[in-house]
């Protein structure tokens, strides 16, 4: 069979099992699928999908299976009756869940024969198979690379290294950036809203001004790697007397101020642990160590 349409077998067909199976269909791999609820695999079969009664059977039928159901206990449930069928295959699991749950389930697939890669799908169901959105992969780089055709119909695939638990610690640091992000944006949206100025003006202003922040970012993680964080363009004292003037702008206008002054408090006790004339990468210090920064 030609390399770029292997056969796959999807198990769990929720709204994002639902979306990876069409993914790989609609790129012309013969696609097995199986769900608890078999109504739910109608669409799937309609479009070419093979249903398959057992989740052995639908192991059984591809080299492949990536599963993506509500959780690990889950995962084994719905796999327990199928370990016999594992061997000598590959297990992608796209499973939300920790580190620690990653490196226990790559130990049950080895027990079994079966080659393993955990995974996080940074997108919701619409944006699979759009080749902009990430999928995280960790575990083997031989088996990455072995399925990386495949596993590219659903997403760009970016595999982070052979522990098994990054993928689901990547997850978790990168949806915390996501709700930080789309909160301080939201409070903006607000704070601009109340003197009636529409989400819809203020947001491309927004999007261009996040371009420049990303190049802070980029400044700042050499510091952090290096524990060294010069001051050159804005101390964290600066920072706390900025972050007053949103404060102030909030407060007549009947905005929350809560994020505000948890920043504030966080940039606060980094000057008190010493770092006030270091730039504000210093704050991964009492992040890092919130029962004592380094003095």
Known sequence: MNAAHRAVSVVGLGSMGS??????????HPTTVWNRSPEKARPLVERGARLAATPQEAV???????????????LYTVLDPA??????????????????????????????????????IMTTPPGVGDPAVMFLYSGSREVFETHRPTLATLGDPVHLGGDPGLASLYDAALLGLMWSTMTGWLLGTALVGAERTPATDFTPVAIRWLSTVARFLTTYAPQVDAGHYPGDDATVDVQIAAIDHLIHAATPRGVDNALPELLKAAMEKASAAGHGQDSYASLIEVLRNPAGARA
């Open 60 to 74: 059984a039928a591809a080299p492949l299976t990536i599963v993506c159901v509500l959780d690990y206990e889950a």
């Open 19 to 28: 979306a990876l199976a069409a993914a790989l269909l609609d790129r012309g």
């Open 83 to 120: 370990v016999g069928d594992l061997a000598g295959r590959t297990l992608v699991n796209l499973t939300s869940g920790s580190p620690e749950h990653a490196q226990a389930a790559v130990k049950w697939a080895h027990s079994h024969g079966a080659d393993y890669l955990d995974g996080a």
